[in-house]
């Protein structure tokens, strides 16, 4: 069974602090896909980013960036310089992924962390 | 392109009355996957779908709940005789292929209150 863990439920922030929020994962499958989703107070899902697990380089993006570590299960997202916008709450997201073609990408989500940004 | 279009938006419904919430996949896309977020918590995967065909309903609560995802038209999520603890945002997702290689889009939701 896949399990998907976002130990912080919330956190808050004072504007340009940097943050990261956790993320481990459960899996048996050795191919996998790993997600972020950002859900601003409207309500709905933003994706940010999606890793297959055989790619271990991390990313940046603007001030985005995200850690993945197969060897901790983690794949850890960190926003630099926070701004008041990037308040929301963040979830991460697992979904299989394996070579015989028979699995079809259901995610399985953290419970989330809520992320306030303070000006 | 438009993309993942649900309706309603929002939904008030008594307790015992029916809700059904609908789903317009992008263009292109016969995959279909509806995911139910009760207050303060995570997405939860629900009934995965191809047009005509279910092909996951593991995440459907036994009884009340089914879906379709009929030759024409948007894919439905019913839920008969809604009590209390319904009260959620569902969202759909759809992909153009079974391969998780293509990603989810998702839709905006429907927040469906159960009074």
């Known amino acids: 069974a896949q399990k998907v863990t976002q130990a912080q439920t919330e956190i808050s922030v004072v504007e340009k602090e940097d943050v990261t929020l956790d993320c481990v994962y459960e899996?048996?499958?050795?191919?996998?896909?790993l997600f972020w989703y950002k859900q601003p107070p409207s309500g709905e899902l933003v994706f940010l980013i999606r890793?297959?697990?055989?790619?271990?380089q991390n990313e940046i993006s603007g001030r985005y960036s995200w850690n993945f570590q197969k060897s901790t299960s983690s794949f850890n997202f960190t926003i630099t310089a926070s701004q008041v916008v990037d308040s929301a709450v963040y979830f991460c997201a697992l979904s299989e992924a394996n070579a015989g073609g028979t699995s079809y990408g259901k995610l399985t989500f953290g419970q989330g962390t809520i992320l306030t940004v303070h000006p | 392109n438009a993309g993942v279009m649900q309706n309603p938006r929002h939904l008030v419904r008594r307790r015992g009355q029916e809700a059904r919430l609908r789903c317009s996949p992008m263009?292109?896309?016969?995959?279909v996957y509806w995911y139910r977020q009760l207050p303060e918590e995570g997405l939860k995967f629900m009934v995965y779908l191809q047009k005509e065909n279910i092909i996951d309903e593991s995440g459907m609560p036994k009884e009340r709940f089914s879906a379709e995802f009929p030759k024409e038209g948007p894919s439905i999520l019913r839920i008969q005789q809604v009590v209390r603890g319904d009260s959620a945002a569902y969202f759909c997702?759809?992909?153009?292929?079974?391969?998780?290689?293509?990603?989810?889009?998702f839709g905006p939701g429907t927040r469906l209150t159960v009074l």
């Open positions: 890793r297959n697990s055989f790619d271990e």
């Open positions: 997702a759809s992909s153009p292929r079974r391969d998780p290689l293509y990603e989810q889009f």
């Open positions: 263009k292109g896309h016969s995959h």
């Open positions: 899996t048996r499958d050795t191919t996998y896909y």
